[in-house]
């Protein structure tokens, strides 16, 4: 068989009802030159999925293993791989007809690009785009990556192999955030080229019981990418202040989250708690004024944040 320019993988988990979407938006791309890897992560609709993926089977490589997390999956399909880029398709996200053809004219002299998205589903964010919601601006580098100045949506990327394998691929041990957690340790590799494209090439679902739709799960998940960063020995002094002002802000939010959780349960101390650590590390006028609501009408401010809709986490893991 010749060798594809890029290999596609795409991890797929509870994602049969969208499956098909997916895998018609690769086949009716305007690009030809790739191969098609999609892995089973153990997904308990495996059944539903194959069912799915029958049309299709002649036109794709399809691996099975045990759930292991999308890390060890995107590896699975990495180990397979053959193309001399990657790129990595969520089993619900849509690309539309010319991305890869856009993408691979843009990514000559970089070690990995992505694009922009249009955010679609059951979500209040529907409507608009990823950069809309997580803006890029200026160079990629780690240190706006750290500070996130920089998001990459993982759906986007097209990357070259090479550096990702070198690199020792995904970290299993990171159930998500395994991929914030390798973009930073493409951006630190010596003499890396990281870019945006500011153009919408693909949709990312947004859904009910997906990562984006968990913003406690999500910012631990990337609390936890931070903490195995701040054992590095090679960041500059920029990357490292970038890093704890993100750990701050993100604690505080995470924080946040627990406290409106712990209320709408009726917890009130619970709730103070969050609210008080969340203060200690942004000690901001918000913060503040539902630590006196707390104080002086636990059961009113109950009600309100049993009222009003639960935010989404920046980004999908």
Not at 100 to 106: D, I
Not at 115 to 129: H, K, R
Not at 198 to 226: C, F, N, Y
Request: proline share 4%; hydrophobic share 40%.
């Amino acid at each position: 068989m010749n060798q594809p320019l890029v290999s596609v993988i795409i991890p797929a988990y509870k994602v049969a009802p969208f499956l098909a979407e997916t895998l018609e938006s690769v086949f009716a791309q305007t690009f030809s030159d790739f191969e098609v890897i999609l892995v089973n992560d153990g997904s308990p609709d495996t059944d539903e999925m194959e069912k799915v993926i029958e049309p299709y089977r002649d036109r794709i490589v399809y691996l099975r293993q045990e759930n292991r997390g999308a890390g060890a999956a995107r590896n699975t399909g990495l180990r397979s791989a053959r193309g001399r880029y990657v790129a990595f398709l969520d089993g619900d996200d849509i690309w539309l007809p010319s991305f890869l053809s856009e993408m691979v004219s843009f990514i000559e002299g970089y070690d990995l690009v992505y694009a922009n998205a249009l955010l679609f589903g059951a979500s209040q964010v529907a409507g608009l785009t990823y950069m809309d919601t997580n803006p890029s601006s200026g160079e990629v580098t780690a240190e706006s990556l750290l500070a996130e100045r920089c998001n990459i949506i993982t759906s986007g990327v097209l990357a070259r192999r090479e550096p990702i394998i070198e690199l020792g691929m995904f970290d299993e041990t990171l159930r998500n955030s395994q991929d914030f957690d390798m973009w930073v340790r493409v951006a630190k590799r010596p003499g890396a080229r990281l870019a945006f494209l500011p153009t919408v090439l693909l949709k990312q679902r947004h859904r009910p019981g997906s990562l984006a739709s968990d913003s406690i799960k999500s910012v631990e998940g990337e609390l936890k990418v931070m903490a195995k960063v701040a054992l590095r020995d090679d960041l500059t002094e920029a990357e490292r202040a970038a890093m704890e002002r993100t750990v701050a802000f993100r604690t505080a939010s995470l924080e946040v989250d627990r406290g409106k959780l712990k209320l709408r349960e009726g917890d009130f101390a619970a709730a103070r708690r969050s609210f008080e650590q969340a203060y200690e590390q942004q000690r901001s006028a918000k913060h503040r004024l539902v630590l006196l609501w707390l104080r002086l009408s636990p059961r009113t401010l109950r009600r309100f944040y049993r009222t009003a809709r639960p935010g989404e986490n920046r980004a999908k893991a």
